[in-house]
């Protein structure tokens, strides 16, 4: 509130906290004032030091001389400050910093305040109040001396300044008679309130003194007021000590917006939500009106391109991200959120963009050619009364990710100096909190694009089984976490199914998921059973963690992972599994039961533990069972424990005879509203019974002759099938694995073939050795039947079984007869 007069206006607040201690003495060096405050600090009452020399009552004995001569530099030079030693009335010695000032009354009289505050409290007490605060940097403090009917008596120099009165007007007036606007109630009930008390109180109050008039910017003044007392212990008046405290109020309050920044914006990684936060915490305590302005290409994740001072030609766009004003009911503003801003390249903001640099504009030249672009919003913004305003740029690692405007209109004191050093930091806070959310949507775009790269984009059909899938990524506060699927073609028309989960999130996570799925694939190949499978899997992932390990500049890539395994068998119905550490699969029969088998639940992977750490389930499916395969974030909640979400995932999906896609979205949908914390990755499979006549098996004696058998066989076979275009092919490839088994294997042979997809032919034997093709020479008689075989087919391997192992080749089908299929 500004006043007719230089005066001050508002009380701010008031304690009984003393931070110094004051007497008074006369010309000649005499105390004529004691304070309670003073016997506090010094245990001397009123009654043993007033009318007695200073010099001789309070310094220590070795120190008299020394105080005489401090007593004669004040008379020459009006004053003195510094660090004396005073004795304490029991005997100790105080080191003390001491301001002596001259004051002056009536008539061209003189007395001397004496302001002492003890340095050996400052370690231990927290008060360090302005007064305090003044004395020890040797700050000008005004004073005033009022008799017991609040007139003045005395005032120093000091205080003229602070409020640009003459000396020789203060003389016998109260404070409401020198200034009529002044609230001097406020402090004349403060003065009225030590007389009676005794006791010292701080009061602390705004005012406007003369150099601020016109400009709107007041002053923070602290005071202290002591009641004098007289040689009997009297009140003979009140003596004010006022310090301008503005700067310190100034950085206590950048300091309060500032540590208020600290926890309001950057709360999420949406950079439009962080827009949003900076322009909420500007208003009101900076500016009655914010906007925050990102370039385009922010909101989606991606660095301007441009560095600061290498851009020219047109500005880039902008989108508004963050929008606030002091009043929301004033007519709307001529800005809304998530517009396209186009910069003119001759404004003020398109300079901020190139060159990085902050603009201030105390007083609004809304006259400029780059407002006359656009008039209508120009005529808007002065009926808003806009009249200061400060545009400073967003920058992070020498670019600019946008633009702040901050603008007043209510608040009549237009934006200095100060108040944009306080925007800059704002917007530097605000700055690294985009820069971070970048860096992450970065990675975070690189880690889902990696693991969608090598998640299955297509499931080719299947005889063995009919699959859906569902992949959905953590929040953005945890980032792409490491689970895969996967489906994998076996021989025999056989399935693998898996799903897995990497520990951590991000792209390291992404990339292991990645070399982990690799690793699956490969082993796969081998046609290991689950048990077996898994328990290589662990040792690579333990061999991963070693290398990482070995690496003191690389973050260990796999601290662990989990993972389950299946092979199902539409021929035999029969599905073998086994998991490392991860939650067992649903089984829901046609009639819709949802269970979960009860098997081992093996160690996490990277243990180490090997083949023991694992073990296998064999289970008979009925054609037309749903499996459900899943990672933890589709099960586990913050609220809920795992057994509740299995249960919810069980009842989703026990309307089977539904598409397996509908039967996805309806197990998704049962996720928690809020954001998930952790990737959820749903693998569906919808089993099939592979008919009887597809399937043709027969025993061959372990002789010569088994080969031509075989040979008839098969032909025969192929024939009923309407295969006759494959016989000759095939009849070469049973010739050489039947011979393969009768020369290297032992006990019965049995040949079996399979019509699927592709065409398999299978070999059994009892032996466990594996066939490796020769590299035969030119003059050589064997040694190419496995040659021959892997030109003819259209791949060819072995698989160990329980009782030997299994050679078996497949041919290409007719695109007809794979529909028939």
């Given amino acids: 509130m500004h006043t007719n007069e230089t005066a001050l206006a508002e009380t701010v607040n008031s304690s009984e906290k003393p931070d110094a201690a004051i007497a008074m003495l006369d ?105 305090r605060e003044s004395l020890l940097a040797h700050a000008p403090i005004g004073i005033l001396v009022h008799d017991l009917q609040l007139r003045c008596t005395l005032v120093n120099d000091v205080m003229e300044h602070h409020v640009g009165v003459p000396r020789d007007r203060w003389f016998g007036r109260h404070l409401k008679d020198l200034f009529p606007g002044f609230e001097a109630e406020a402090l004349e009930a403060v003065m009225r309130q030590v007389l009676e008390s005794g006791t010292t109180k701080v009061h602390e109050y705004r005012a406007w003194p003369p150099a601020g008039r016109g400009r709107g910017r007041s002053h923070v003044f602290s005071a202290s007021f002591f009641c004098l007392q007289d040689a009997d212990g009297q009140a003979m008046g009140v003596c004010s000590l006022s310090v301008d405290n ?230 953005m506060d945890r980032g792409v976490g490491g689970d895969w699927f996967d489906v994998i073609e076996l021989s025999g028309a056989r399935v693998a199914l898996v799903v897995g989960d ?125 499996l459900a395969f899943y990672t933890d974030g589709l099960v586990e909640t913050r609220d809920d424990d795992i057994d509740v979400g299995m249960s919810r995932l069980g009842t989703a999906l026990s309307q089977s005879d539904r598409s397996l896609e509908d039967l996805c979205s309806e197990a998704i949908e049962t996720l928690p509203v809020q954001e998930h914390s952790d990737d959820v990755t749903l693998l569906l499979v919808r089993t099939r019974a592979l008919q009887p006549a597809r399937v043709a098996s027969w025993a061959l004696p372990n002789e010569p002759t088994a080969v031509r058998i075989a040979r008839h066989l098969a032909a025969r076979q192929l024939s009923e099938w309407g295969m006759e275009h494959l016989m000759a092919t095939m009849e070469l490839i049973v010739s050489e694995l039947v011979t393969n088994a009768i020369r290297y294997g032992g006990g019965p042979i049995r040949l079996r073939l399979i019509q699927h997809e592709v065409l398999t032919c299978e070999v059994s034997d009892t032996s466990t050795s594996h066939p490796r093709p020769q590299h035969p020479r030119t003059l050589d008689e064997n040694g190419r039947g496995l040659i021959l075989v892997g030109h003819l087919s259209r791949r060819w391997g072995s698989r160990s079984v329980s009782d030997g192992k299994v050679v078996w080749a497949e041919q290409d089908l007719p695109a007809t007869a794979r529909m028939i299929a």
């Fill in 502 to 626: 990497v520990v951590g999130h991000g792209i390291n996570a992404a990339a292991t998921m990645g070399r982990l799925r690799t690793a699956v694939r490969t082993l796969a190949d081998l046609d290991l059973s689950p048990a077996q499978l898994l328990a290589h899997l662990d040792d690579t992932v333990r061999r991963l963690n070693e290398e990482d390990a070995d690496d003191p500049d690389q973050v260990p890539a796999v601290v662990g992972a989990t993972c389950l395994y299946a092979v199902y068998d539409p021929v035999t119905r029969r599905c073998t599994m086994a998991r490392a550490g991860h939650p067992p699969p649903a089984i829901i029969d046609p009639q819709g039961h949802a269970t979960f088998p009860e098997m081992p639940a093996g160690a996490p992977l990277g243990l180490g533990l090997g083949l023991l750490a694992f073990e296998s389930v064999d289970l008979e499916l009925p054609e037309g069972s749903v």
């Fill in 246 to 475: 503005t700067g310190n109020r100034r950085a206590r309050e950048r300091l309060a917006i500032l540590s208020e920044a600290s926890t309001r914006i950057g709360s999420t990684l949406d950079v439009m939500q962080t827009g949003q936060e900076l322009a909420n915490l500007a208003v009101p305590l900076l500016a009655d009106h914010a906007l925050v302005d990102l370039v385009e290409s922010v909101p989606f994740g991606v660095e301007p391109s441009g560095r600061i001072g290498t851009t020219s030609g047109r500005p880039p766009l902008l989108r508004r991200a963050g929008l606030a004003t002091i009043d929301p009911d004033v007519p709307e503003l001529p800005w809304v959120r998530e517009e396209v801003i186009h910069v003119h390249p001759a404004s003020s903001f398109a300079n901020a963009l190139r060159t990085g640099r902050s603009h201030l504009e105390p007083v609004l030249d809304t006259a400029s050619p780059w407002v006359d672009h656009d008039p209508v919003r120009a005529q808007k913004v002065r009926d808003t009364g806009v009249h200061s305003v400060m545009i400073v740029p967003i920058r992070a690692r020498r670019c600019v990710l946008g633009l702040a405007l901050f603008a007043r209109s209510k608040e009549q004191t237009p934006f200095q100096e100060d108040d944009l050093l306080l925007a800059e930091e704002l917007v530097t806070r605000a700055a690294l909190c985009l820069d971070n959310a970048l860096q992450y949507a970065r990675e975070r775009t690189a880690a889902l694009t990696l693991q969608r790269d090598l998640l299955p984009h297509h499931v080719r059909r299947h005889a063995a089984v009919e699959v859906a899938s569902r992949y959905v990524p953590a929040d």
């Fill in 27 to 131: 010309a000649e060096g005499t105390v004529v004032g004691w304070t309670h405050a003073a016997r506090q600090l010094v245990g001397y009452t009123a009654r043993e030091v007033v009318g007695r020399s200073a010099a001789h009552v309070l310094p220590p004995p070795e120190d008299v001389l020394k105080a005489a001569s401090h007593v004669e530099q004040c008379r020459a030079q009006g004053g003195w400050s510094g660090t004396v030693a005073v004795r304490h009335r029991v005997g100790h010695t105080l080191k003390m910093t001491l301001q002596v000032s001259l004051l002056w009354g009536q008539d061209a009289g003189t007395r001397w305040l004496v302001s002492v505050t003890d340095i050996g409290t400052l370690s231990s007490e927290a008060t360090n109040g302005p007064v």
